[in-house]
């Protein structure tokens, strides 16, 4: 298992990297809506981000998975069902993507007509993300998270026709259930910003990894619940919904020459 351990960190680094990177080349890491990406462009984006985010928290579940496919397979079988569980986990999270597209755009169309539209829409993400943290929904999904083992013996039981990708779409969507208000306050915070994308993936990590989860989930609920109250006030709390417009510098350097 430390060769697959190994696989979900090695390729949660990458992501990271390439996230990071193409943060640092669009240089709109701030800009409101869906930073001019076409939706297969931003669909990409968002799976290697899921992958950076995602990954060190679920490898405990796939890790337990993949102790159960070794057992019935060895060699390229294994790795191909392996492939077949993460293809169906970012299968789920990608579905979500496509959400997350559509209030990315009417958000950017909103921030564009109306500037101060963004201190209500961030209050609204913070305030949904807050709920959400108490809600039964958040609540049954982080328990499935923290304890799939009886899940995955559920799942022994699918037929073995596409199983290990069904299997992996079906935790996946378990854990867009506990993660998606999470996500969604880097709608006020910057899709593209990466150290809120950092501090979201070491909450998720958390809550599902610590012994202390399920408190430490209604403390951040708390703290979603009191941003929501400050955000219409104060607008370093949303720099993902303000337009920042081009530098003072080059404007000057015109008007000099």
Same mark, same amino acid.
């Given at each position: ?125 913070? #305030? %949904?993300? $807050? @709920?959400?943290?108490?809600? +039964? ?8 998270? *923290? ?89 370093? #709390? %949303?720099? $993902? @919904?303000?337009?920042?417009? +081009? ?8 008007? *000099?020459?």
């Amino acid at each position: 298992m430390t060769i697959a351990w190994s696989v979900m960190v090695v390729l949660a680094l990458l992501a990271w990297l390439l996230t990071a990177a193409q943060a640092g080349d669009m240089d709109m890491d701030m800009e409101p809506g869906t930073m001019g990406l076409g939706l297969p462009l931003f669909l990409l984006l968002w799976v290697t981000m899921m992958v950076a985010m995602m990954f060190p928290s679920v490898a405990p579940v796939a890790i337990t998975w993949v102790r159960a496919i070794g057992r019935q397979s060895s060699g390229a079988a294994r790795t191909a069902r392996i492939a077949q569980f993460v293809a169906g986990y970012l299968i789920a999270w990608t579905a979500f993507g496509l959400c997350v597209y559509g209030i990315l755009t009417v958000t950017g169309d909103l921030v564009d007509g109306h500037p101060e539209a963004g201190r209500w829409i961030g209050a609204g993400a913070f #305030l %949904l993300a $807050g @709920l959400h943290q108490f809600s +039964p929904l958040k609540n049954m999904c982080l328990r499935h998270c *923290r304890s799939p083992i009886g899940q995955l013996v559920r799942y022994a039981g699918y037929r073995p026709r596409a199983r290990d990708l069904r299997v992996g779409a079906h935790h996946g969507l378990y854990c867009v259930g506990c993660c998606w208000g999470l996500m969604i306050v880097l709608i006020p915070l910057g899709a593209m910003n990466i150290a809120a994308m950092a501090g979201v993936a070491v909450v998720i990590f958390v809550e599902k990894l610590w012994r202390l989860g399920p408190v430490f989930s209604a403390a951040i609920g708390v703290l979603f619940l009191v941003l929501a109250a400050l955000a219409p006030f104060q607008s370093w #709390l %949303l720099p $993902g @919904l303000e337009h920042h417009g +081009p530098s003072m510098e080059p404007m000057t350097m015109t008007l *000099r020459g």
